[in-house]
């Protein structure tokens, strides 16, 4: 059986090359991210701020981390991609 060849990379390998020239990756990755230190209440309307406003179907938003600190107060940092494109 005769094997058939795959199409050509070299295109390819000149579109990488390109973009990695133009935006060099950095060590934070790609998304957005904001930490904030709020009651339990704030924290609530402000994540559901930001889903509102960065709808987690387009921009991967989501809560990353968050912890409970003395008293009603949470640490919570936000995640979202730059644009929906």
Not at 5 to 19: A, D, K, N, S, Y
Not at 38 to 51: C, S
């Amino acid at each position: 059986m005769a094997r058939i060849p795959g199409p050509p990379l070299e295109g390819l390998r000149r579109q990488i090359h390109r973009r990695r020239q133009e935006k060099p990756a950095s060590g934070t990755g790609h998304f957005i991210r904001e930490t904030f230190q709020l009651d339990r209440a704030a924290a609530r309307i402000k994540a559901r701020e930001w889903f509102d406003t960065w709808p987690k179907a387009a921009y991967w938003t989501e809560v990353e981390s968050w912890r409970q600190l003395d008293g009603d107060q949470i640490e919570f940092t936000m995640r979202r991609l730059p644009s929906a494109d």
